[in-house]
């Protein structure tokens, strides 16, 4: 007597093993997104406190009370895959102010790429939200009737 596995048996293994791996991929993709806006939420966190701590470090060496003017070196130009950002204070007259310790890369798709001079663009869940940094506030934000905007700031 042969001992071996029928054709139905084989398919029936095989309709599970697909319904199993459907499954598994759906919340695969559900957990990618969501740590795409983690990153992105903590990206925003720190650029905060980057303005934040130049602003107070402005004030403790007897600087003024003044904000970076501009958050990275390409000034108003665009960024280009690749280019670093929220990295320079261009108020300050030391060549190496840095402001994040390790700058962000702009990536045209789930990452930041810069638009216009302070104006900043944060890519997710093929979803674009505008950031625009306000040198006279400090303020670094997005409008909050937008739910990804929604989901990196509060």
């Not at 966190?45 to 970076?68: D, E, H, T, V």
């Not at 280009?80 to 060549?95: A, C, E, K, R």
């Not at 310790?101 to 216009?116: C, F, L, T, V």
Request: charged share 20%; aromatic share 8%.
């Amino acid at each position: 007597m042969k001992k071996a596995f029928t054709m139905i048996e084989i398919i029936f293994v095989i309709v599970i093993l697909g319904i199993l791996s459907s499954v598994a991929i759906s919340k695969m993709a559900v957990t990618r997104d969501d740590a795409i806006i983690s990153k992105g939420r903590s990206e925003v966190a720190a650029i905060r406190n980057a303005i934040s701590l130049k602003r107070n470090s402005n004030i403790l060496m007897g600087k003024g009370a003044s904000y970076p003017s501009q958050l990275d070196a390409l000034g108003s130009a665009t960024s280009s895959d690749g280019d670093s950002l929220f990295d320079h204070d261009t108020n300050s007259s030391d060549s190496q102010a840095q402001l994040l310790d390790y700058p962000i890369y702009s990536k045209s798709k789930n990452g930041w790429r810069k638009i216009e001079s302070n104006k900043y663009v944060f890519n997710a869940i093929s979803t674009d939200v505008n950031f625009t940094y306000n040198p006279n506030t400090g303020s670094f934000d997005c409008m909050h009737t937008v739910k990804l905007c929604k989901d990196l700031t509060e």
